[in-house]
């Protein structure tokens, strides 16, 4: 027997039959196959009418088991499976299901039809498992870890979640037919209670990886290497020339800290190597990379090895007239610290604090410090005085892109030197560029701005002002 609140008027055909309760509620698997196959189709944007549909509580439950268990088995197979449970992303996991059964109330309630408060939510649990299946094999063929997938191809990801969500909104709005206005009610309510929460509030991973205690065998620090260490970093210092009487002289100094990823090792080379062409810092450029290929040709990235390379330039240089420029490229913190690893060794992360004091207590009171790291704009405020620039490739709030190996450059750092700096030798001329050209970038790849930041001090500005003609008259000289 029909309850008395189902009308008589199917949806979406009127000559469709509304199904038997009794058969509604058919066998579980039978009837959780039967979803899945009418979310493929909605999917697809393919007509699909309430009959496609089992809706009923025992469904419902299925499809969050089932939800929940591919979204576990996407973040095992995105991370790798050395790794833990996160219990913590249980709740955002789950969130969509309060969401979608509210969603299915009002809709009910407008549509003055008792059979959208679950279909509602069996629809939009069918299709959601649908696409993350969808999305899992993409991430994988594109053979991208995670949350890499989504740093690199956050467009792709947002026209991912367009295409679920126009496909979403339309399948509930298919349902009440073309004959009638209540499937846009139903659809727009779908939209504000749970499309867009889902945007703003992505669901947490439930397995997260976690750090091998073995070390991966590229990454293995040997014994002869470490004892190689002191005659490397003291070789590199020893072919530092000293200042020229007269001259403002600039330094260079390439650090890499982080050895698991080939980007911050390509950069530091190939950013050393336009420096010395452009400004003519061969023979005053030094630069620290931990890679574990480069083991036994450069001293590695450690603050302690920083501090020593700063402590020999401030020897050698005129402190009232030279400038030391520091490149640092790394990972960086919400806590603005800058990462600094080489497993299997134990090593301290550097602070803007850190920074500074080397500086200091190296004597040198003329710097440039560019910082390519998310977060880097938190090094601005302890850095900052008169005599100093700072360049970072965020502000203090927001990440920066391009740490991926299948890059040569961050993305900050591509722009500044590899771009900017081949066109001219004016450090705020080559910002400005930069920052350009990473906003259009970024808005091309749909990502959230960066915000890359610059400080210059007066007194830097008017030297800078000063070497910029020196180096172009050097250039038209050569």
Same mark, same amino acid.
């Given at each position: 027997m029909r309850s008395r609140m189902l009308p008589d008027i199917p949806y979406g055909n009127m000559n469709e039959e509304i199904p038997d309760p009794v058969a509604i509620r058919g066998h579980a698997a039978g009837g959780l196959a039967t979803n899945l196959a009418a979310g493929i189709r909605a999917t697809l944007f393919l007509r699909v009418t309430a009959s496609a549909f089992r809706a009923d509580a025992g469904q419902l439950i299925a499809l969050?088991?089932?939800?929940?268990?591919?979204?576990?088995?996407?973040?095992?197979?995105?991370?790798?499976?050395?790794?833990?449970?996160?219990?913590?992303?249980?709740?955002?996991?789950?969130?969509w299901i309060p969401l979608v059964l509210l969603a299915g109330h009002l809709g009910a309630r407008v549509t003055k039809d008792a059979r959208y408060t679950l279909l509602v939510p069996v629809l939009a649990g069918s299709m959601g498992i649908v696409f993350s299946i969808l999305s899992t094999a993409l991430w994988l063929g594109l053979k991208l870890e995670w949350p890499t997938a989504l740093q690199l191809y956050g467009g792709l990801y947002r026209l991912l979640f367009i295409w679920w969500a126009l496909a979403s909104w339309l399948a509930v709005r298919r349902l009440a037919g073309p004959e009638t206005r209540h499937g846009y009610a139903a659809a727009w309510i779908l939209a504000a209670v749970f499309l867009l929460p889902a945007y703003f509030f992505p669901p947490d991973p439930l397995w997260i990886s976690v750090e091998s205690d073995e070390p991966a065998q590229e990454s293995t620090f040997s014994?002869?290497?470490?004892?190689?260490?002191?005659?490397?970093?003291?070789?590199?210092?020893?072919?530092?020339?000293?200042?020229?009487?007269?001259?403002?002289?600039?330094?260079?100094?390439?650090?890499?800290?982080?050895?698991?990823?080939?980007?911050?090792?390509?950069?530091?080379?190939?950013?050393?190597?336009?420096?010395?062409?452009?400004?003519?810092?061969?023979?005053?450029?030094?630069a620290l990379i931990s890679h574990p290929s480069l083991l036994d040709r450069y001293p590695i990235a450690t603050l302690t090895s920083l501090?020593?390379?700063?402590?020999?330039?401030?020897?050698?240089?005129?402190?009232?007239?030279?400038?030391?420029? +520091?490149? #640092?490229? %790394?990972?960086?913190? &919400? =806590?603005?610290?800058? *990462?600094?690893?080489?497993?299997? +060794?134990? #090593?301290? %992360?550097?602070?803007? &604090? =850190?920074?500074?004091? *080397?500086?200091?207590?190296?004597?040198?009171?003329?710097?440039?410090?560019?910082?390519?790291?998310?977060?880097?704009?938190?090094?601005?405020?302890?850095?900052?005085?008169?005599?100093?620039?700072?360049?970072?490739?965020?502000?203090?709030?927001?990440?920066?892109?391009?740490?991926?190996?299948?890059?040569?450059?961050?993305?900050?750092?591509?722009?500044?030197?590899?771009?900017?700096?081949?066109?001219?030798?004016?450090?705020?001329?080559?910002?400005?560029?930069?920052?350009?050209?990473?906003?259009?970038?970024?808005?091309?790849?749909?990502?959230?701005?960066?915000?890359?930041?610059?400080?210059?001090?007066?007194?830097?500005?008017?030297?800078?002002?000063?070497?910029?003609?020196q180096w172009a008259e050097d250039a038209r000289a050569k």
């Open positions: 969050a088991l089932v939800s929940l268990a591919v979204d576990f088995a996407s973040a095992v197979a995105l991370s790798g499976v050395d790794g833990t449970i996160d219990a913590g992303a249980l709740p955002s996991a789950l969130l014994e002869q290497a470490l004892y190689a260490q002191p005659d490397l970093l003291f070789d590199a210092e020893e072919k530092l020339q000293p200042q020229r009487p007269g001259v403002e002289d600039l330094y260079f100094v390439a650090f890499a800290p982080y050895a698991s990823q080939d980007v911050f090792m390509k950069e530091a080379k190939t950013v050393t190597g336009i420096m010395d062409e452009r400004f003519g810092t061969t023979g005053r450029s030094i501090r020593d390379v700063l402590q020999a330039i401030g020897e050698r240089i005129d402190p009232e007239e030279d400038v030391v420029m +520091l490149h #640092l490229t %790394s990972h960086g913190s &919400q =806590d603005h610290e800058l *990462a600094v690893e080489f497993p299997p +060794l134990d #090593l301290q %992360s550097i602070r803007p &604090q =850190d920074l500074r004091a *080397a500086l200091d207590d190296a004597g040198i009171k003329w710097r440039i410090v560019v910082v390519s790291a998310c977060y880097s704009g938190g090094f601005i405020g302890p850095l900052k005085d008169e005599r100093t620039m700072v360049v970072t490739a965020s502000d203090a709030r927001h990440t920066s892109f391009g740490c991926g190996d299948a890059f040569d450059f961050t993305w900050f750092s591509q722009a500044f030197y590899d771009e900017a700096l081949r066109k001219t030798r004016n450090f705020e001329e080559a910002f400005a560029m930069a920052k350009e050209a990473i906003k259009v970038r970024e808005k091309k790849e749909g990502m959230e701005a960066s915000n890359p930041q610059l400080y210059v001090g007066d007194a830097m500005k008017n030297k800078l002002a000063r070497m910029q003609k």
